[in-house]
């Protein structure tokens, strides 16, 4: 009996969240590298369908870093990282669409309807959803960057009832196909939805300093001072990039959390106590 009074203590402890983030947007990005563990995998999958479950609109961005690696050799294609960005030529982007839109989307779409939610897989080429330029003049060949966000089709999925599932993949009015950075499109999407969070899951507890301890708050000069001196450096340069852009745009908070961690994510949302790094403006 004691057992079960604690299960229901457990349960009803989550109600002033669940109140607070009815019918609110939250925007979770999917690291290829918290990717690679089965049964994380699953928890990952069991959260989402919960936060539907109790009346969130959430949308899933997922990267697919690790995967689009191990195709690329088995292919032999090289491809090399510059400003934790992957460079991507014309052969590249072939199977890095190929992997993201096809493989990895379709996966976590499946096992999200598997699971009780409603979810629908959409690259930003389905209804022109993302649309892009090259960035930095082909600095680093198809890399784009998003220049608009269809936030009439997200919205009109999300009142649906769906769940949308994003591949970082964009296109231009020529339906050309542009690699965006995963982290880079769930900002610009959480921005251009005004969502009330985003959450960044990866393979790291969060934001580590020099010695290798997690960093709990950050704001955007302690940021650019980490980045100076090489302390965020790789992959976590464009997240930080993107979780500022989230706050600056109106993001309330952006929160960049371990996905190697069983239900990290409800653990932040349903706890008080923050469990990865939290940035504000
Ligand atoms: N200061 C730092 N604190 C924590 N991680 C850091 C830091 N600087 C660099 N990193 C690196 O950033 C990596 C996370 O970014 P990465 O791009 O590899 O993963 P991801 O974004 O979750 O996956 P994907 O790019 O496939 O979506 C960490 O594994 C770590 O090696
Ligand atoms: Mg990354």
Sequence with gaps: MKDKLQTAQVIISALPYIQKFRDKIFVVKYGGSAQLDENLKSDFIKDIALLQLVGCKVIVVHGGGKKINSYLDKLNIKSEFVDGLRVTDKEAMEVVEMVLSGNINKELTALLNKNGARAIGVSGKDANLLKAKTLNNGKYGFVGEIEYVNTAVLNGLL?????????????????????????????????????????FLTDTQGILDNDKKLISKLNESQINELKNTGVISGGMMPKVDAALECVKSGVKNAHILDGRLSHSLLLELFTDDGIGTMIRQ
């Design 159 to 199: 009142q649906n009832g769906l769940i949308p599932v994003v591949a970082p993949i964009a296109t231009d009015d020529e339906a050309n196909s542009y690699n965006i950075n995963a982290d880079l499109c769930a900002s610009k999407i959480a921005s251009a939805l005004k969502a009330e969070r985003v959450i």
